[in-house]
């Protein structure tokens, strides 16, 4: 069984940074993971549909929200099926749960995964 576990989440004050984690359980000696392809980052503020923050694709390739390009970086480590997400001089409105998601294979078959999610508080 494949799980994505977050972490980093928090209170900030605007201006600051945090940094999100999100590894995925499991391996390739282990059965678990065999691949994984895209990897992202989601967020959802009380009231609001779950919106794209960042992806990044297994080649690099990256893509943002213009909402938050040029303040939040998103990165990979495959060897460790982990996703990061780097936010700098957050804003009160990039308050949020924040999710990550994978494209995962295991036995042979595609599917996509979600974190449980974290909070982050951005205060003003």
Same mark, same amino acid.
């Given at each position: ?13 605007? &201006? ?11 391996? /390739? $000696? ?34 943002? /929200? ?6 939040? /970086?998103?990165?990979?480590?495959? $060897? ?15 308050? $949020? $749960?924040?999710?990550?998601?994978? &494209? ?10 979600? &974190? ?9």
């Amino acid at each position: 069984q494949v799980q994505l576990v977050e972490s980093g989440g928090g209170l900030v004050q605007a &201006g600051g940074s945090l940094r999100l984690s999100c590894a995925a359980s499991g391996s /390739a $000696a282990s059965g678990s993971i065999f691949g994984i392809n895209s990897m992202g980052w989601f967020r959802q503020a009380p009231g609001k549909q779950r919106e794209l923050v960042a992806t990044i694709t297994s080649g690099g390739s990256t893509n943002y /929200a213009d909402s938050v390009k040029g303040r939040f /970086a998103i990165s990979r480590d495959n $060897a460790k099926n982990t996703v990061y997400l780097q936010m700098n001089s957050l804003k009160s409105e990039d308050t $949020a $749960a924040y999710y990550c998601n994978m &494209g995962i294979l295991r036995q042979g078959i595609w599917g996509n995964y979600w &974190g449980q999610g974290t909070q982050v508080t951005v205060s003003s």
